[in-house]
């Protein structure tokens, strides 16, 4: 994606915000510090018991089909990502009266050794999809939570409203009108002013990840009233040059790092707030 500012010589002419955040990137331990936030643990592999891997393994080597399967319908994981699997696993008759789909679903195992397919399902749990209540369990060990009714009523201090996804959204769009789908993972209030925002954790281009980007600055985009609206964004974004040396330029990057409106890392979030004061 094409730049408009010189992210290496302008960073002045950036949102604040959005500059502190890639200065904290540039200038300190960023991943270590982030872990605050996003604590991720070690990715383990997930044992599969012995006497279940011999059958795998035996079924699998002498092309006994659906043996193979009914084991693997007894598994949590699969030994890759087959768009199907979920109906073959969990509906009824459909892997009797689909032979055809059962049939490509065994070749693409087999094109694995048996090894390989039990190596596969005792892979380690990709990390990225532990990392959506994170911040959740982070601001609320971080911050002050107060309940609806001593939020709603509170004039001085930072406080995070303490209530169900339903309460909050509920509040959100009739006392604040703000119309939104579900309740932000950011309801803050300063003294007398609101702040909400959305978070994401995004580790790379592309794909559901700029997707992501991209909802956070249509969240953003649509400021209603007196309600501060934030982005809190980590990961990715706040890089500016690869290991070659060359400046990034990703969507995802670009549209962050140039985005007018107030984006920032969690590790700047208390700063923002306290700056409302």
Same mark, same amino acid.
């Given at each position: 994606?094409?730049?408009?500012?010189?992210?290496?010589?302008?960073?002045?002419?950036?949102?604040?915000?959005? =500059?502190?955040?890639? !200065? $904290?990137?540039?200038?300190?331990?960023? %991943?270590?510090?982030?872990?605050?936030?996003? +604590? #991720?643990?070690?990715?383990?592999?997930?044992?599969?018991?012995?006497?279940?891997?011999?059958?795998?393994?035996?079924?699998?080597?002498? =092309?006994?089909?659906? !043996? $193979?399967?009914?084991?693997?319908?007894? %598994?949590?994981?699969?030994?890759?990502?087959? +768009? #199907?699997?979920?109906?073959?696993?969990?509906?009824?008759?459909?892997?009797?009266?689909?032979?055809?789909?059962?049939?490509?679903?065994?070749?693409?195992?087999?094109?694995?050794?048996?090894?390989?397919?039990?190596?596969?399902?005792?892979?380690?749990?990709?990390?990225?999809?532990?990392?959506?209540?994170?911040?959740?369990?982070?601001?609320?060990?971080?911050?002050?939570?107060?309940?609806?009714?001593?939020?709603?009523?509170?004039?001085?201090?930072?406080?995070?409203?303490?209530?169900?996804?339903?309460?909050?959204?509920?509040?959100?769009?009739?006392?604040?009108?703000?119309?939104?789908?579900?309740?932000?993972?950011?309801?803050?209030?300063?003294?007398?002013?609101?702040?909400?925002?959305?978070?994401?954790?995004?580790?790379?281009?592309?794909g559901n990840q700029d997707k992501q980007v991209?909802?956070?600055?249509?969240?953003?985009?649509s400021q209603r009233g007196g309600v501060i609206?934030?982005?809190?964004?980590?990961?990715?974004?706040?890089?500016?040059?690869?290991?070659?040396?060359?400046?990034?330029?990703?969507?995802?990057?670009?549209?962050?790092?140039?985005?007018?409106?107030?984006?920032?890392?969690?590790?700047?979030?208390?700063?923002?707030?306290?700056?409302?004061?």
């Amino acid at each position: 994606m094409e730049r408009t500012i010189d992210i290496e010589n302008d960073l002045d002419d950036l949102n604040q915000w959005v =500059r502190q955040s890639i !200065e $904290l990137f540039q200038t300190t331990p960023y %991943l270590d510090n982030i872990n605050e936030v996003y +604590p #991720l643990q070690i990715a383990a592999p997930e044992r599969i018991d012995g006497t279940l891997r011999r059958r795998i393994i035996m079924a699998h080597q002498a =092309r006994r089909t659906n !043996e $193979l399967i009914d084991i693997l319908k007894g %598994l949590v994981k699969f030994p890759y990502d087959e +768009p #199907l699997w979920y109906l073959i696993k969990s509906i009824e008759g459909c892997q009797d009266s689909n032979p055809q789909q059962i049939q490509r679903i065994a070749d693409s195992l087999y094109a694995m050794t048996a090894e390989e397919t039990v190596i596969r399902l005792e892979s380690a749990p990709k990390l990225n999809t532990q990392m959506g209540p994170m911040f959740n369990s982070w601001l609320r060990e971080k911050f002050d939570l107060l309940n609806i009714d001593r939020f709603r009523s509170s004039r001085r201090g930072i406080y995070i409203l303490d209530s169900s996804e339903e309460e909050g959204k509920t509040f959100i769009n009739r006392e604040l009108r703000q119309n939104l789908k579900k309740r932000p993972d950011l309801v803050a209030k300063v003294n007398s002013t609101y702040v909400i925002g959305e978070a994401k954790w995004i580790g790379s281009p592309g794909g559901n990840q700029d997707k992501q980007v991209e909802e956070v600055l249509d969240f953003c985009r649509s400021q209603r009233g007196g309600v501060i609206r934030v982005g809190i964004i980590d990961g990715f974004p706040w890089a500016i040059k690869n290991t070659n040396g060359s400046v990034i330029n990703f969507k995802a990057a670009v549209q962050v790092q140039e985005s007018e409106y107030d984006i920032l890392s969690a590790l700047v979030l208390e700063n923002y707030l306290n700056e409302l004061l």
